[in-house]
Nanobody, 114 residues
């Protein structure tokens, strides 16, 4: 079964940047729409960015212009470049297909705070 492992989170000051990575144990990126999700404390998990096999992307309004999703099919790795981070971006970030059909990984915590 495909496993998803997220990494790259951490503590960053407002206005800073982070790049998240999602490694898959199988080649799912070339066959599915892939997405980055996040779950803030006390809130439901939400989709923040997604990318089709053809490279088309979509973003939640809250991150548009600040986040960029990309992928490397050869490495079975999905990325999320996050710039101009805000305290409201604080959450655990996950990757999955869109819609989310695979078991969730452990996620990676992003904390934006001064």
């Amino acid at each position: 079964q495909v496993q998803l492992v997220e990494s790259g989170g951490g503590l960053v000051q407002p206005g800073g940047s982070l790049r998240l990575s999602c490694a898959a144990s199988g080649s799912i990126f070339s066959r599915n729409v892939m997405g980055w999700y996040r779950q803030a404390p006390g809130k439901q998990r939400e989709l923040v960015a997604a990318m089709t096999r053809g490279g088309s992307t979509k973003y939640a309004d809250s991150v548009k212009g600040r986040f960029t999703i990309s992928g490397d099919n050869a490495k079975n790795t999905l990325y999320l470049q996050m710039n101009s981070l805000k305290p409201g971006d604080t959450a655990v970030y996950y990757c999955n297909t869109d819609p989310a059909l695979r078991p969730w990984g452990q996620g990676t915590l992003v904390t934006v705070s001064s």
